[in-house]
């Protein structure tokens, strides 16, 4: 078992069938499994997309930066879901954001994300890296590395990862193990490139499995290799 880890999920996951907004029955399912891991003694940090809110696009009146800065507003709305049910099933949670917005959460500091977990509470990180051009992947590796996770679970739509897409592919392998160089020659589109780059060059290894059983957080969590674990 793992003594801290960093829980991964999309926007799209927490809209449920709907596809769209935020499926409170879906997030409190969630929500359910990461109390289970937080009471086996495993510390735990959850960062979410915000696909289910916002999915850029560019046009004639809207630049870049401005649609990125609104992704990472949509991470804050999907991380204050993911607190609140937390707290309504007795479990402290604390949101922290890398943008100061210090009437809806604490900014996001290491040294208070460290006492907060002595605490026993979960950390829901916001807010994306706080700058364009990174994905909420990139902010996942970042945030595991900054609170030194043992872990990053990588929770997808897919139960792993393949050399092809599987949806699209019925030839396509899947792999129980990969290292990071390889997903990286390969192109598998498990995070982005810089996150595989980040979580490589310190050593925190993918355990990369399907959401759609919730049990497999807890599963995850345990050490237990249910979909595709990703490393040196």
Request: proline share 3%; aromatic share 6%; charged share 25%.
């Amino acid at each position: 078992m793992y003594k801290r880890v960093l829980l991964k999920i999309s926007g799209e996951a927490l809209a449920g069938e709907q596809k769209t907004g935020i499926d409170s029955e879906v997030v409190s399912s969630i929500c359910d499994k990461i109390v289970e891991v937080v009471k086996s003694g495993v510390q735990v940090g959850v960062v979410t997309g915000g696909g289910n809110i916002w999915r850029g696009w560019y046009g004639k009146n809207l630049e870049k930066v401005t649609s990125h800065y609104m992704g990472m507003l949509a991470t804050v709305i999907n991380s204050l879901a993911i607190k609140d049910a937390l707290e309504s099933k007795g479990i402290k949670a604390v949101c922290q954001t890398s943008i100061p917005m210090t009437q809806v959460a604490e900014t996001f500091t290491k040294r208070d994300a460290e006492k907060h977990f002595e605490e026993g509470a979960v950390l829901v990180f916001g807010g994306g890296t706080g700058v364009p051009f990174f994905s909420t992947d990139t902010t996942a590796a970042l945030r595991a590395c900054e609170i030194e996770a043992d872990v990053i679970l990588v929770a997808k739509t897919i139960d792993g990862v393949y050399s092809a897409d599987p949806k699209v592919d019925p030839n396509a392998i899947k792999y129980d193990e990969i290292t990071y160089d390889e997903v990286l020659a390969k192109d598998l589109k498990v995070m982005d490139a810089a996150a595989i780059a980040l979580c490589r060059d310190n050593n925190i290894p993918l355990s990369v499995f399907a959401l759609k059983d919730p049990e497999n957080i807890v599963r995850a969590a345990n050490g237990e290799n249910i979909g595709t674990i990703v490393k040196l």
